[in-house]
């Protein structure tokens, strides 16, 4: 069966088309991104602006006509955290609906740190034990642990790089106090996250699962060949915190000049690194591996693990 995952997010909106069974891993056969980074268009109030609903619509559109031209049997259209936060969002998701011609399933924050662990898990198997997620987007950060496929903690907390980039960061570079005031309110709003996660089992693996972490994982950490020549990509904390001083002193012109550091990352890569290193630190992490599985593939397994244990002729 081919199913296609639409990923409305707060930077991209992203198709991946997959062949999929029952039992079997998903095989990917297109991968197609639009980037939007919608935190540009918020307005004064916090609705997303008709500017960026528009573009917004343009991108589902282009998305869908991919999804028919490939012969996407079912189309799971998701939205995180910029669609469901802003002020505006329920006239947002009726005209991304009109769009897609379907519904659209808006995900809470604890919702995508549940997929995203699902994937993960699913990615280093159950000799991984104890698994810690850290994963950022332009609206967010989740956060997941636990021994299992269902994490026994999942939070969601904006501090997404977007939003923070926005809030924080808006020069260009941005000055030294600009990047100490982002860690401290990153440090402040992470501190009842580590306090709920404290009483958990230390982990095996931590893990970090998104497109910015893998960047800066190119960046500051380094690769090493797994079972089958699998890339194996780390990041250390310290080597991060080294780093971030002399991401901040450059202009985002010269950022993407930098290996891992992509044109669509290079205004939003400071937030990242300081919410992450502060992330790392509030729990205790040394060392992140970067998971080629987040969250599209984290809904694309539930749906195939449904059918899976779907009655024969249901």
Known sequence: MRLGVLDIGSNTVHLLVADVFPGGRPLGRTSERTVLRLMRYLGPDGEITEEGIQALEAAVS?????????????????ATSA????????????????????????LGGETEARFTFLAVRRWFGWAAGQILLIDIGGGSLELAAGPEELPDAAASVPLGAGRMTLAYLPGDPPDEGAVQRLRAHADQTLQPVADA????????????????????????????NGPAGVERLRMPRASLESWIPRLARLPASARQELPGITPDRTFQIVAAAVVVHAAMAALGVDELEVAPWALREGVLLRYIESMAWAPPGA
């Open 83 to 106: 669609v469901r936060e802003a002020a505006n969002g329920a006239e947002v998701i009726a005209r991304i609906e009109a769009a897609l011609g379907q519904d659209l399933q808006v």
């Open 62 to 78: 282009r998305a869908r006509e991919i999804a028919a031209t490939e012969n996407v049997e079912e189309l799971l259209a998701t």
């Open 197 to 224: 996660f404290a009483g958990l089992a230390r982990p095996d693996l931590a893990v970090g699962s998104s497109k910015a972490i893998r960047s800066l994982a190119r960046l500051t950490g380094y690769s090493t």
